[in-house]
């Protein structure tokens, strides 16, 4: 069912500067008792309800924020790629209530949504996980997708595949989403988000890759959430999560031996190593490892020289996240002899992010493991402090060894 207050469209994207801000003096307010605003649209709109009893505040995420209106919700993404001047507004209005008229500029969408295309596969474990698959009507690229649930879907046709990079205009405009969810890596056009645009569709982006905390990436639940109106359960899922990480990291916080670990490996001759503020620094320090670069300001890679690399961690202890194409140790050895400088190398311990991987080279752990950073970060401190988990079976990593 559409609703007669809200046209299905997409209103240009609103300046930095936005207040977010409406207070004011108002009959009291009421909690809707029924699940008329979280499962349809509203038959009879009542100014005195506040419709979205369960909200949400991001506690670690920096990319967003919500502020509440009774009948609608105000969104801001904030620096929605890294080279961003604006801000990004939308305001999600209950379907079945007015809309306001004091956000020119900002993107509209009635919530709940029905009818979703992702084409990001880190909106996949939040869908599952919300129990709202089955609105998700179409997909980028199922090559790149790991979740069982969602490829069985796509074979048996309930959900299209609509393309990432060559998109698909007349499949997507065929499933008439209500909204389609993407990111944006930068200023070009290469995400497709002008395209989308052009045929009057109503996009949504996040910025949860940009987040430099594990935890912050993974709060973007509750801004897909906010999508369906269920704030208590990315509430209820996140705050496990949360709680799980802190335990850990609190458990191995205060141990006297900490291994030193190098990250990354290189690609096309240049080996991009996390920067001290990014996401993977972030981990390992939570893991209580040293890691050679956590000194360091970038957000994002550091492009080095092989020379550099050996410089500074020949000595570490430990690998992680190599080539998620290697397999065994054969294939580091085939890649760049070299590697074999290393004493991590040496010492077999080698260890890639490849564990959960579909036929089609869909990974899981930049899907699943983006909601749940808990379970990578008990599998780093398994592979650097093994005494301290020694029940916990490697989930996302694998061990390279000399055979599979």
Sequence with gaps: MRCPFLPHRSIPLLGLGLSLWLGGCGPTQQTVETPTSTAACVENYDPAVDYFPDKVTPEFARGFQVTYHDHYKVVTVRQPWETAQQDLTYVFVQCGTPIPEDYPGATIVEVPVNRVIALSTTYLPHLEVLKQSENLVGVGDRQLIYSPEIRAAIEAGDIQEVGNLQLDREAILSLQPDVILNYRLDASEGNNTSALDSLGLTVVLDAAHLEPTPLGRAEWLKFTALLFNKEAEANEIFGAIANRYQALVNQVKDL????????????????????????????????????????????????????????????????????????????????????????????????????????????????????????????????????????HELYYYRHLQDSP
């Design 256 to 391: 006297d031996t900490t291994p030193t670990v190098l990250s990354g490996s290189p690609y096309q001759g240049v080996w991009y190593v996390p920067g001290g503020e990014s996401y993977v620094a972030q981990l390992l320090r939570d893991a209580n490892v040293n890691y050679p670069w956590d000194a360091t300001t970038a957000r994002l890679s550091l492009p080095l020289d092989f020379e550099a690399v050996l410089g500074r961690a020949k000595t570490a202890d430990l690998w992680l996240n190599v080539n998620p194409d290697w397999q065994t140790t054969v294939d580091i050895f085939q890649e760049d002899p070299r590697y074999e400088l290393f004493e991590a190398v040496q010492n077999q311990q080698v260890y890639a992010a490849n564990n959960r991987v579909a036929p089609g080279g869909g990974n899981d752990f930049w899907e699943g493991g983006t909601l749940n950073p808990d379970v990578i970060l008990a599998d780093v401190i398994k592979i650097a402090h093994p005494d301290q988990l020694p029940d």
